[in-house]
């Protein structure tokens, strides 16, 4: 049993107010006074709440969404999270004017103590102050033993409580601890039956979300699909199942799935980078390049001013609107370069910042001038400023992996893959999802040599001089690269059914029918690409009839 520090009183307690608002300090300190809670600081903005978290660990800290200066109160909170400034054992209180169902989610995301809709009501924040006040007297034991990871011990300690009638009111709430405590002992099958043990005397979300998530961990299939059926139904647990699905579809191979649950959850919740970046890399393994930009510019958006904004992250905006100029005709190509362009301007600004990604930068230049087909300048670039060599960040090992089989450098290319494929580790969903993806491309750039874009320019060429077997096979190479191009498939439709009324379907091309059918039915195609579909389906489905 660890030695558990005793609980301070209400004189002791140290409370920040994070707001920008001088009428919510004065409301708040009123009412802290009133509870004999008197050592209270102000902090306007967020660089003065940081400041002060920096000089003293604080109890109580009340933060605004709207606070002033260069951070909102949700990238403070997860930035005081990041550094320590808030343990399990410090109170929070999220306040704000905002109601908004992703604000919300977000905030809940976070596990603040309580949440706090403006404009406050004096009377109010005195009885929800009282109210928090004797919630974690009562759980301090539990939230000690959080903190320093004896999850044994904090059972022990819940179990007793459970036994006291006095705190009856809080039973729901040591509960969950208890349940989160078998989860981190990997206790699933206990866990279950504490679920399903608490769904008998409870409502809340969180055992119906906790019940899913041990069966899932047990594999129990069946039970858990009837039970999310439910739950993704409801306001209150859709957000958390989408994640506990995605996991489960990810850690089971399912990716396609995955991504689907996971670009779901990332609506709910637009602002959490953890979600947004397994949607990036979801995106990338599913062949979903358009997806790859959106998560990227999103994490870009909302890591703005926080702890985790970086020069990175809009270098990988960059890097995903090359990938997705690869694919697209040369207009819109051209828009993602201007755009592109204007990103690296923008980075290149701080000549520091430019002197540490000299290399990065060098890369997509590279990229950039092969969109442009200027292959020879690009090419001389990766000779000349470009090592083939491994670095420390993922992201940048693998552009240049890119870059090298662009330009034609398909040896280096390889080269550079099989040395980042042992930096990966499947230990986590990322690492899992990383390992798969780094498969598929060692796979890929052995077997394709060329980008989506320009196997569909060759293929167009062959078309043009009737060799349509040829232009067949490098519809499919740049299909298998980019399967979510409507015109790329389209294009292998027509040159199928070409095929078909000539010489008839092999059973090969007849299953890139069928795949390419699949894949246009899963896509908003414009009228014109709707026709088109519909005009070579047909086509293919009478030399089919004639046939039979």
């Not at 004999?36 to 969404?65: G, K, M, P, R, W």
């Not at 009562?138 to 059972?155: M, P, S, V």
């Not at 958006?301 to 890097?319: C, E, F, G, Q």
């Not at 690009?378 to 992201?395: N, Q, Y």
Request: proline share 2%.
């Amino acid at each position: 049993m660890i030695d558990i520090p005793a609980q301070k009183s209400n004189d002791e307690l140290r409370v920040l107010i994070i707001d920008g608002q001088s009428l919510v300090h004065d409301l708040i300190r009123s009412a802290l006074l009133d509870a004999n809670i008197n050592q209270v600081q102000s902090a306007h903005n967020s660089f003065t709440a940081l400041q002060f978290c920096q000089e003293c660990q604080y109890d109580l800290i009340l933060v605004a969404f709207d606070v002033q200066s260069d951070k909102d109160g949700f990238n403070l909170l997860e930035e005081m999270k990041f550094k320590g400034h808030i343990t399990n054992t410090t109170c929070v209180i999220f306040l704000s004017a905002d109601t908004s169902t992703g604000l919300v989610n977000c905030v809940v995301e976070m596990e603040p103590t309580d949440f706090w809709v403006k404009p406050l009501d004096r009377a109010k924040v005195s009885k929800r102050i009282l109210q928090i006040r004797l919630i974690e007297q009562k759980l301090y034991a539990l939230r000690y033993c959080f903190d320093q990871a004896e999850y044994a011990t904090a059972i022990y300690y819940a179990q007793r409580q459970l036994q006291d009638l006095s705190v009856a009111h809080y039973h729901p709430h040591i509960n969950r601890l208890i349940g989160r405590a078998l989860f981190n002992l990997k206790q699933y099958q206990e866990a279950e039956k504490l679920f399903l043990g608490l769904a008998q005397k409870y409502e809340y979300s969180w055992v119906q979300v906790g019940l899913v998530a041990s069966l899932l961990k047990q594999n129990k299939i069946e039970s858990a699909m009837l039970l999310t059926d439910k739950l993704l139904k409801r306001e209150d647990t859709k957000f958390a199942t989408y994640d506990l699905l995605a996991e489960y579809y990810t850690q089971n191979e399912e990716y396609e799935r995955g991504y689907e649950i996971i670009q779901e959850a990332t609506k709910l919740a637009p602002r959490s980078l953890e979600r947004n970046q397994k949607s990036w890399n979801l995106a990338r393994l599913n062949h979903d390049r358009l997806g790859q930009y959106i998560a990227t510019r999103n994490m870009a958006k909302y890591a703005k001013n926080s702890i985790h904004d970086s020069p990175l992250l809009t270098l990988n905006v960059i890097r995903a609107a090359i990938d997705l100029a690869i694919t697209l005709p040369t207009v819109d190509t051209n828009k993602l370069i201007v755009i592109a362009k204007k990103n690296i301007e923008e980075l290149c600004c701080d000549k520091q910042v430019m002197k540490v990604l000299d290399e990065q930068l060098s890369v997509i230049q590279a990229r950039i001038l092969n969109l442009q087909n200027k292959k020879p300048e690009a090419e001389k670039i990766m000779r000349d400023r470009v090592k083939v060599e491994a670095k420390l960040e993922f992201e940048d090992n693998l552009d240049k992996v890119k870059a090298f089989h662009e330009a034609g450098m398909w040896e280096q290319s390889i080269q550079l893959l099989d040395q980042i494929k042992g930096m990966i580790t499947q230990s986590t969903f990322t690492g899992k999802v990383l390992t798969e993806y780094l498969e598929q491309e060692s796979k890929e750039r052995q077997n394709i040599r060329y980008s989506p874009k320009e196997l569909a320019e060759m293929a167009s060429a062959h078309y043009k001089n009737k060799r349509y077997k040829p232009a067949y096979d490098l519809l499919c190479q740049a299909s298998q690269l980019s399967p979510k191009n409507a015109n790329i498939t389209i294009s292998l439709l027509k040159v199928l059914a070409i095929i078909a009324e000539e010489a008839g379907l092999e059973p090969q091309e007849n299953e890139s029918v069928e795949q390419s059918v699949s894949a246009l039915n899963k896509i908003i195609l414009s009228e014109n690409q709707q026709n088109k579909f519909d005009e070579y389906q047909q086509r293919i489905n009478h030399t089919r009839s004639n046939v039979t």
